[in-house]
C-alpha cells in the first residue's frame, strides 16, 4: 500500500470541532491526505458564539512550521484563521523558504459572526499573502475587506475576482453564498477566464465551517494531483452534499457530515438544475429506502432505483445507482453514487414504460419470493408479469422486451411487473411509479402486508 500523500493547515482550533483545523483535517482523511497542523490559536467556542480567541506566540509557530518540515515532505499548504499580522508575516516567510503551493482562506469572522481577526491583519494578507498565493478563496464580506468595494451581483463578484487577481494571486475563488440568491454561486478565475458553479441554497442550513472545508477540501484534491479547476469542482459538489447531510450537535449553526461517504455521494457531472433536481429528489427518497428496506426484498444481485428526466430518451437522461443496494451484516446497505446514465438496466425498464405511460418515470427492483408477491397480491396493486422463455432470439434487450410484453396485458400501467427467472437468470419484482415518493408509498404498502 501506497503511503498517503501530505498536506498542512496552518489555523486557528475550534473546540466545537465544526471549523478550524478540526475541519481541516477531516477534510484531508475523508480524501486520504495525511494532514499536518500548525496552531495558530485556541479559540473558545460552540456553535453559537466565539468566547475568546488564544493566539499561539510566534516563537511557537515557527518552530511548529520548521519541525514538521524537517522531517515530512509538503507542498500544498493552506492558510485558515490567523488573528495576528504577525502570524501572516510567518507563514509568508515560510512559503518562499519551503516553495508551498499557499492556498489562503482569509479567514476574517465566523459563521456565528464573530471577528476572528485583529487590527490590521487584512492589509497584511493583502500586502503578504495573496502576492505569493496559489489560490485565495474569500467569502464576499472577505472580499469586500480586501477589495473595499461592496458586492451584490455575480457580475461584482467577478470584478472583485479580477482585482484581487492584479494583487498577485494565480487563481481567486471566490465564494457567493451571501448572496441574496437561492442559488451559491462560486467563481474561479485564472487570470484570462472564470469558472462558475451554482448549486441551490439548501433551506435551513447554516452550515458551521463550510469556508474552512472549502478550502481544505480544494488543498486535498491538490495534494491528490488534481489541477486547480478540477478541485475548485469536486470540492464544490462535495461541500454541497456535506451541507445537505449535515447534523445538529447544539442550538447554533449545523455542522458539516465530512467524510469520503459523502465526498463519494455527491453529485456528479450536473448538466442542468433540471438534472440536479432529480439528482436530488432521488437522493431523498433512497435514504428512506435503505433505512426501511427488509433484507427478504433484497435480491442477491443488489436492488436499484431509477428516476428519468421527462422525455427521457436514452439512459444517459435515467438518474439511478452506480451500483446497487446489497445486503451487508445483516442490513441493507448503499453502495456507489447516483449518476446519470449508469445503469442500462433500470434504464430499460424505465424508457420501456415511458413509452406508453410518459409520466410513469421511476422504478426500482426487489427480491422475488412467493412470499413478496402474495403480500404484493394483498394490495389493490395492478400487477404483470413476464415469461423469459418467450423471449425472441434476436431481443437486444430482455428488460425492454420483458417490461412492454407485461404492459400489453394490462389496460392501465401496471404498479408492479414480475419474472420467475430463467437459466442463470435470478427472479424479480419490479416497482413501477411516476417518481421516487410514488414508489416509496407503494413499497411502504407491501412491507406493511408483513
Not at 452506480?322 to 445483516?330: A, D, E, F, Q, T
Request: proline residues 5%; contains cysteine; glycine residues 6%.
Amino acid at each position: 500500500m501506497m503511503n498517503p500523500k501530505t498536506a498542512m493547515t496552518i489555523g486557528g482550533s475550534d473546540s466545537s470541532a465544526g471549523a478550524g483545523i478540526q475541519a481541516d483535517l477531516k477534510s484531508f482523511t475523508a480524501l486520504g491526505i495525511h494532514g499536518t497542523t500548525v496552531l495558530t490559536s485556541i479559540t473558545i467556542q460552540n456553535t453559537q458564539t466565539v468566547k475568546k480567541i488564544i493566539p499561539t506566540s510566534a516563537e511557537d509557530i515557527r518552530n511548529q512550521i520548521e519541525t514538521v518540515m524537517e522531517d515530512i515532505p509538503i507542498k500544498h499548504v493552506k492558510t485558515g484563521l490567523l488573528y495576528e499580522p504577525s502570524i501572516a508575516k510567518i507563514v509568508s516567510s515560510a512559503t518562499k523558504k519551503y516553495n508551498w503551493d499557499l492556498i489562503v482562506d482569509p479567514v476574517l469572522t465566523a459563521t456565528s459572526g464573530d471577528s476572528l481577526a485583529s487590527t490590521n491583519l487584512t492589509e497584511e494578507i493583502k500586502k503578504t499573502l495573496i502576492p505569493i498565493s496559489t489560490i485565495i478563496t474569500p467569502n464576499i464580506p472577505e472580499a469586500e475587506a480586501v477589495t473595499q468595494h461592496s458586492i451584490s451581483t455575480v457580475e461584482g463578484m467577478k470584478q472583485a475576482a479580477k482585482k484581487i487577481h492584479t494583487m498577485g494571486a494565480k487563481h481567486v475563488v471566490l465564494k457567493g453564498g451571501h448572496l441574496q440568491n437561492k442559488k451559491a454561486y462560486d467563481i474561479l478565475y485564472d487570470g484570462k477566464q472564470f469558472t462558475e458553479l451554482s448549486l441551490p441554497k439548501i433551506p435551513n442550513k447554516k452550515a458551521h465551517g463550510s469556508g474552512c472545508t472549502f478550502s481544505a477540501l480544494i488543498t486535498a484534491y491538490l495534494a491528490k494531483g488534481n489541477n486547480v479547476q478540477s478541485a475548485f469542482t469536486q470540492a464544490k459538489y462535495s461541500l454541497w452534499n456535506m451541507i445537505n447531510n449535515g447534523y445538529t450537535i447544539g442550538e447554533g449553526s449545523d455542522v458539516l457530515r465530512i467524510t469520503n461517504q459523502t465526498i463519494k455521494n455527491a453529485p456528479q457531472k450536473i448538466q442542468s438544475s433540471l438534472h440536479l433536481e432529480t439528482w436530488m429528489y432521488l437522493s431523498k427518497i433512497i435514504r428512506k429506502i435503505v433505512d426501511e428496506l427488509p433484507l427478504s426484498f433484497t435480491p442477491e444481485v443488489g436492488c436499484n432505483i431509477g428516476f428519468a428526466l421527462p422525455d427521457a430518451k436514452n439512459k444517459n437522461d435515467i438518474c439511478a445507482l452506480n451500483g446497487r443496494i446489497v445486503r451487508s451484516s445483516n442490513k441493507p446497505q448503499r453502495c456507489g453514487p447516483l449518476q446519470f446514465g449508469s445503469s442500462k438496466h433500470i434504464a430499460s425498464i424505465i424508457l420501456a414504460v415511458m413509452k406508453t405511460y410518459p409520466n410513469q418515470r421511476c422504478a426500482m427492483n426487489i427480491k422475488y419470493t412467493s412470499k413478496n408477491l402474495s403480500m404484493i397480491k394483498q394490495t389493490s396493486f395492478r400487477i404483470s408479469s413476464f415469461n423469459r422463455i418467450n423471449e425472441p432470439e434476436n431481443t437486444s434487450s430482455t428488460m425492454d422486451w420483458g417490461t412492454k410484453t407485461a404492459i400489453k396485458k394490462t389496460e392501465t400501467c401496471p404498479d408492479c411487473i414480475y419474472d420467475t427467472g430463467g437459466m442463470g437468470k435470478e427472479p424479480m419484482i419490479r416497482i413501477l411509479g411516476q417518481n421516487p415518493s410514488d414508489v416509496y408509498r407503494k413499497l411502504k404498502q407491501i412491507i406493511h402486508q408483513y
